[in-house]
């Protein structure tokens, strides 16, 4: 009987243990799985914040995108905006206006950051949430100078990049 009573409360006592420990890991990976989206969207919201508190609304950027796309939705294009506004792109190769159909969706650098949001979030043109999103940003004026997007890595030829160069304030 004494041993009956020994087993009986080392399996009591395992039992809570057992539980707890796995609460405990379930608390660490939401932790975890939270910090790093979290801490890509605190990285955006910072330099999106540091564009915005600069106040320039007239400037002129290239663009180049880089997809499995046509050659003339890749770019390099001369963007030119002024109060906020795409006032002309046009291709760098040869000067002819590139249709808003192909870039009217990142003719402005707060459109490039609507499309960072949009694939952290899965809106708008993404289906889902993108499974990597890499950005590097000018250090001292915020915006994106890179942008790589893969919204699934089980997926050949979906993903789209961006380079900005060449930013001038107007």
Known sequence: ???????LRGQISRIPLAKWLLSLMFL?????????GGSANSEL?????????????????????SCFCPE????????????????SVTYVSNGQT?????????DTIEELFAVIRDAYEGKNTFDQKAETVEVTY???????????IDVSTTIADEEQGYTVEELVRK
Request: proline share 5%; charged share 25%; net charge positive.
């Open 98 to 106: 590139a249709t808003s159909e192909k870039f009217g969706d990142v």
């Open 45 to 65: 919201d910072r330099n999106e914040k540091l564009w915005k508190s600069q106040n320039i609304t007239s400037y002129d950027f290239t663009l180049a995108r």
């Open 1 to 7: 009987m004494d041993k009956s009573k020994g087993k």
């Open 72 to 87: 003339d939705w890749r770019g390099p294009v001369n963007i030119q905006v002024r109060n906020g506004t795409p006032a």
């Open 138 to 148: 000018h250090p001292q004026m915020g915006y994106p100078l890179t942008i790589y």
């Open 28 to 36: 660490v990976a939401l932790i975890l799985s939270n910090s790093c």
